[in-house]
């Protein structure tokens, strides 16, 4: 679309060149910016504050979804070893000394009470998976089990949960317990008395006594015979519907309007279908495209429920890689099918009879690249993706198909052959960390800015875009460098990325008439804007900077010039004109003076200020620790002819027009 200008009569009456200052050090340097309020630019579409969600590491498991409990369904066989994990060291910048390190579970975390080989792992008539660990109790009053440690536990905080039991009714009773110390009193039970050769399942409910990152919950009998669990789960009692209410509360005030999922490379792996029905009975797997376990306790329905709560619409990615067409089709009619449709007669048996009606699709994800599960030459994948759209839409004919794009080839090829069949194209940007801070920053303007010359030069020489209005979803965009303190792929970041992702926002301003969607990558732990602890969640840097922006800068952008050296400058409008937003970069460990000039509007003499920054360009956030970068905000009086603006920051400015 071209770019729009315009202003209210009343505005342009006004339009006086207004010079505003804020006192500060006389030997800032000192930058000149000009911001035409009259040149305005396609209004910034709410959907660039999108998040990204997979199933990789600790961002679902271990980070957003409340289990406690690993390996609940017995993927790994309860073998009496002691649990073990691969370790990888914190990255060279934990500079606290504090960086946790990524551990990997590779054998069971259960571990067995009493002799070991009280223990085995029955394949037959399995409750979950491939098998279930069935304990033989010796008798003579003495006790055997399974129990897990390393349990995150705040006093006086309540724990519930559920376990399927099954046995000798002589095995009876079975005590499940949560401790939180070695003593006799430090725990807290609750007792099956009855068993039979049905697994029933059993409500828990605890209550911690005491603090503690190494608490346990045993399950043990002293009966005669065996008896079976065939799952066990175990959450903080103020989860919400299955999230941890620590980090929905973060995921609330980050309010991002839509969240990608299931993937990523795993989609490309993934069946859907293992992801619905009873929580307990859907099978782990290991992950198709990742390390670790896929639990299958988070599908669609869990999915949809999050986006719920917190406000946001789904963007479903469907499986191009070992899927296509038919379960893609299938899974459409799931989300968005009829009731009496056979899918949607599945989705109501599951408890939703009503269509979730997702709106946003994401036709595959990276089909480009050879680690892609399913990969296949571009000539092949173009029919592959035609079909697979024809299929959706013959299904929700009002679906929004975002496709596959990498810009080069691939897009090209993608937009000249497959323009019929998308709504969107996708693009994934990340950047590594630099020497210097101002290198480190501005790359990822840099690398939006070619994303979008490319699309531009598409638009240009693409008879198949005539007429059309294709806009880049940058569905997946971040920063990616460091050692893994939160679990795989699970980096630290720090003040100076937030200074990046803050001039990757002000680029998708400047080019709002090109992208529509972006989708930071990824929300929790894995290259997270929030981190989380076994009790504990906080925003990271770079989550701070999407929150600031998504609720104080404006939706029509203005045009800003001058000679800004290192300094990443954007304003915008608000919706309701009646504030100027601006918001200013200074990746420079100086500060620098702003003589700002209005052309075309006159604001007031106070302005609301929200700033970023730390103490040096290594300033980061732990959570449950006092923050090392927060959003500092405050009301100033303009005086004179110059706003300070301090070094390593970003600031956001809210002017009202008089």
């Not at 979804?65 to 990888?88: C, N, Q």
């Not at 599951?350 to 599960?373: T, Y």
């Not at 035609?386 to 990498?406: F, H, K, T, W, Y």
């Not at 620790?625 to 706003?643: M, N, P, S, Y």
Request: glycine share 12%; net charge neutral; aromatic share 10%.
């Amino acid at each position: 679309m071209k770019k729009r200008y315009s202003l209210p009569l009343a505005l342009l009456l006004m339009g006086l060149a207004v010079s505003a200052v804020l006192s500060g050090a006389d030997t800032a340097e000192s930058v000149a910016v000009r911001i035409d309020a009259l040149k305005t630019a396609e209004p910034i579409s709410p959907y660039v504050y999108g998040q990204f969600i997979e199933h990789l590491g600790r961002c679902i498991y271990g980070g957003l979804w409340a289990e406690m409990l690993e390996d609940r369904k017995f993927y790994y066989p309860v073998t009496g070893e002691a649990p073990a994990w691969e370790m990888f060291t914190p990255g060279p910048r934990s500079w606290d000394g504090e960086g946790h390190p990524y551990e990997l579970l590779v054998r069971s975390p259960w571990m067995v009470i009493g002799d070991a080989s009280a223990v085995t792992m029955q394949k037959q008539n399995s409750y979950v998976g491939e098998h279930t660990p069935e304990v033989r109790l010796p008798g003579n009053g003495r006790r055997a089990g399974i129990q897990q440690q390393r349990l995150g536990l705040v006093s006086g905080k309540r724990y519930t949960g559920r376990i399927a039991l099954s046995g000798d009714p002589a095995a009876a009773p079975i005590e499940v317990s949560l401790a939180w110390g070695g003593g006799a009193g430090d725990r807290a039970t609750v007792t099956v008395e009855r068993l039979r050769s049905g697994y029933v399942t059993v409500p828990l409910a605890f209550t911690s006594g005491g603090t503690t990152d190494n608490g346990r919950l045993e399950i043990a009998g002293r009966g005669e015979g065996s008896f079976l669990v065939g799952t066990v789960s175990l959450m903080p009692a103020d989860n919400v519907r299955g999230w941890r209410s620590d980090t929905v509360a973060l995921l609330k005030e980050l309010n991002a309007p839509v969240y990608r999922w299931p993937g990523g490379n795993f989609v490309s792996g993934y069946e859907w279908k293992e992801g619905i029905g009873d929580p307990d009975r859907r099978p782990p797997r290991k992950n198709p495209a990742w390390k670790g376990v896929e639990h299958n306790d988070v599908g669609i329905h869990e999915f949809m429920d999050l986006c719920r709560e917190i406000g946001a619409e789904p963007f479903i990615a469907v499986n191009t890689g070992l899927g296509g067409a038919a379960g893609a089709a299938e899974e459409v009619e799931y989300v968005n099918g009829a009731v009496d449709a056979p899918m949607g007669a599945l989705r109501a048996k599951n408890g939703h009879p009503n269509p979730f009606g997702a709106r946003w699709w994401a036709i595959g994800n990276e089909m480009f690249g050879d680690w892609q599960l399913g990969h296949m030459p571009l000539t092949e994948y173009l029919k592959k993706h035609r079909g697979v759209v024809d299929a959706m839409r013959a299904v929700d004919p009002a679906i929004q198909s975002i496709a596959v794009g990498q810009a080069g080839e691939w897009s090209r090829e993608m937009l000249a052959n497959c323009a019929d069949h998308m709504e969107l194209l996708s693009e994934h940007l990340y950047w590594q960390d630099r020497d210097d801070v101002e290198s480190h920053v501005a790359q990822i303007p840099q690398g939006i800015r070619r994303v979008a010359d490319a699309h531009r030069k598409y638009r240009e020489e693409l008879p198949s875009l005539a007429g059309k209005d294709i806009r880049i979803a940058l569905d997946e965009w971040n920063y990616w460098y460091g050692g893994n303190e939160y679990g795989e792929l699970g980096v630290r970041y720090f003040l100076q990325d937030a200074l990046g992702i803050a001039a990757g926002l002000h680029e998708m301003f400047r080019q709002s008439d090109l992208f529509f969607m972006a989708n930071y990558a990824q929300t929790v732990n894995v290259i997270g804007a929030i981190k989380t602890t076994k009790t504990a969640a906080e925003f990271e840097p770079t989550g701070l900077v999407l929150k600031l922006y998504r609720r104080r800068f404006g939706k029509i952008p203005v045009r800003v010039s001058g000679d800004l050296g290192s300094l990443d400058i954007a304003a915008a409008w608000t919706q309701d004109r009646n504030y100027l937003t601006v918001a200013v970069v200074n990746p420079a460990s100086e500060p620098r003076s702003l003589v700002l000039e209005t052309a075309g509007v006159k604001i007031g003499s106070k302005a609301g200020m929200w700033k970023i920054s730390g103490k040096n360009r290594w300033a980061h956030n732990l959570p449950g620790r006092k923050r090392g970068v927060d959003i500092e905000a405050e009301t100033l009086e303009i005086k004179d002819k110059r706003i300070e603006v301090s070094p390593l920051s970003v600031t956001l400015y809210s002017f009202p027009v008089l």
